[in-house]
């Protein structure tokens, strides 16, 4: 994969440091590499090989232990995690260890973390959907949070870029709120999806109803092969089809030959040079042996992931920046956001019982945004939007759980498709709200004796109004697409359960506001760039990974053209 850095006093010195290797550090990483700079890569965890490191991605239920169980002291590593539902034994080993890294909940919020190289990339849903001006004007118009320093033309070109290496799937509309992508071919709803998106869009003119736009190859792209509907995506995919650090960006940083990664390296802080006027450097601890080095480059990425890029920015005090680097607005911490979800409906289709689909497509349906676009569709009780997930399906096998019966009937029977079944869940957007914020916790430390982050985080009156709205939408539109014993639902959650975690360190026009500019720059110290979660100025309502991606190439290119100029 890589030159791996396991000998630190070999080499301290480098052209260019990426705090992370999840998806905003891979493609920093390729672009940085590419561009000529020799990289290193800081990794918090273990080193994961794509294929080589992916123990379960080919098990069936029985091939495990428990099947999908945990063991109690699985469960205990991660006792705060584990409220996602997601984590099972097939996965287990791709989720930090909670006990380790403790956080401290001033109210309620669900943070998800996983330690390695590839970060949460090898666990992503793979949404991907591009922010049109409705996102970036938004803070403008209706004066919440500060006006963000690009709009969509800015960003527009990288969109693109990224787009045409990661590999997007999906179908081109040509909606305003929710710009086309470059496509590969989109995947195939199903017989009931198809009915369903028939009769929403003939009751509902102005709701469109599309297959979802997910970063998994429908055909085979540079050298990576096409998914084939196994949808064991966050086991690690051996084919290469979803979008992951360790598949695609990082393989393609290494075959610069400029890539070095070190992993279990905790980044403690950057290393700012009063004199100079800029960072020097990082501090790490290693997670392994607890010794502490420092690396040394002329730009440094910081892509941590939203909150642990903040806490590494928080951590990096000194004389010029006491409460954190380029915290000259006071607004490091502030303004979290995070989309809610599971709010939606449920429901039973009648019908199409001779027909069924094949594989286990790791894609949904997708209900762009259609309230608060222009004064007709203005909602009077709250500002912003939601778009829906979901699709339709059958059950089968499962049901058999509980029949009673032996011998060929009783196979037969258990063998053939249940009833049809097809629901939607809303993901709305939370406003930057200053109050939101997270600081740093010098009563609870880490494993290696490190402050931890405490997450003062709530849901607001506009994303209730909004909520209340999704579920009241959700029902209507199965009720009159004809669907049968519609059930509306909200499992009430705290922030935190989308795992879109934003802000705390958001782009602006000045560092009288802000943290960063239009370039993702440091205010105060411009050879650092921030482009995970941590840079974004509001959250939109629809999944923010492409963003990301589209941010780092365009800093990247940014930092290079700056380091010719001998500008950083």
Not at 27 to 56: F, I, M, N, S
């Amino acid at each position: 994969m890589a030159n791996y850095n396991i000998d630190a006093r070999k080499e301290m010195t480098y052209d260019a440091i990426v705090i992370g290797s999840g998806i905003s550090g891979g493609w920093a990483a390729k672009e940085l590499c590419e561009q000529g700079l020799k990289t290193l890569v800081l990794e918090r965890g273990r080193l994961v090989e794509h294929v080589v490191d992916y123990p379960t991605m080919n098990d069936d239920p029985w091939d495990m232990n428990l099947r999908e169980a945990l063991t109690p002291e699985e469960k205990a590593r991660h006792y705060k995690a584990i409220r996602t539902g997601f984590i099972g034994k097939s996965t287990e080993h791709f989720w930090a260890n909670d006990q380790e890294n403790p956080y401290t909940e001033v109210k309620p919020f669900l943070w998800v973390r996983a330690h390695q190289m590839g970060g949460r990339s090898l666990l992503w849903g793979k949404q991907t959907y591009r922010w049109s001006d409705l996102d970036f004007e938004a803070n403008a118009k209706d004066g919440f949070g500060v006006d963000w320093p690009i709009r969509y033309k800015d960003i527009e070109p990288w969109y693109t870029y990224v787009e045409k290496f990661a590999g997007i799937s999906g179908e081109a509309l040509g909606l305003p709120q929710l710009p086309d992508s470059h496509f590969l071919p989109p995947m195939e709803m199903n017989c009931v999806e198809k009915h369903v998106k028939e009769r929403i869009e003939g009751a509902f003119p102005g709701r469109h109803m599309i297959i979802g736009r997910v970063a998994h190859l429908t055909q085979p792209l540079n050298g990576r092969g096409q998914c084939q509907y196994r949808n064991r995506c966050s086991r690690g995919c051996p084919y290469g089809a979803y979008f992951s650090s360790n598949a695609v960006t990082l393989p393609a940083a290494h075959a610069t030959g400029n890539l070095t990664i070190r992993p279990f390296s905790i980044a403690q802080s950057i290393i700012y040079d009063e004199n100079k006027g800029k960072a020097t450097g990082v501090r790490i601890i290693d997670a392994e042996t607890g010794e502490a080095l420092e690396y040394h480059a002329r730009v440094i990425f910081c892509n941590a992931s939203c909150l642990s890029s903040t806490q590494i920015l928080m951590q990096s005090t000194s004389n010029r920046f006491p409460n954190g680097l380029g915290n000259d607005s006071g607004e490091l911490g502030h303004n979290l956001m995070d989309h809610t979800y599971r709010i939606g409906a449920v429901a039973r289709v009648d019908g199409f019982e001779n027909e069924t689909y094949s594989g286990r497509r790791p894609n949904g349906i997708y209900i762009p945004r259609y309230w608060n676009l222009d004064d007709t569709t203005r909602s009077q009780d709250f500002v912003r939007g939601f778009g829906f997930q979901g699709g339709g399906s059958r059950g089968g096998i499962q049901a058999a759980a509980n029949m009673e019966g032996f011998g060929a009937d009783y196979k037969d029977a258990i063998l053939k498709p249940g009833p049809w079944e097809f629901f939607i869940t809303g993901f709305a957007e939370c406003l930057p709200y200053h109050e939101n914020k997270v600081s740093l916790n010098p009563d609870v430390l880490d494993k290696w004796g490190q402050p931890t982050l405490a997450i003062d985080c709530e849901f607001k009156e506009n994303e209730k109004a909004i909520n209340r709205q999704i579920r009241i939408d959700a029902v209507e539109m199965l009720e009159r697409a004809g669907l049968k014993d519609v059930e509306g639902f909200d499992k009430e959650h705290e922030p935190g359960y989308g795992i879109h975690e934003m802000g705390t360190a958001r782009m602006g026009h000045s560092s009288k506001t802000a943290v960063l500019n239009a370039h993702n720059q440091v205010f105060g110290a411009e050879n650092v760039y921030v482009t995970d979660g941590a840079c974004m100025t509001s959250s939109s309502c629809v999944n923010p990974s492409l963003t990301y991606m589209a941010l780092s190439a365009r800093a990247a290119h940014h930092a290079v053209s700056e380091l010719k100029k001998f500008n950083l």
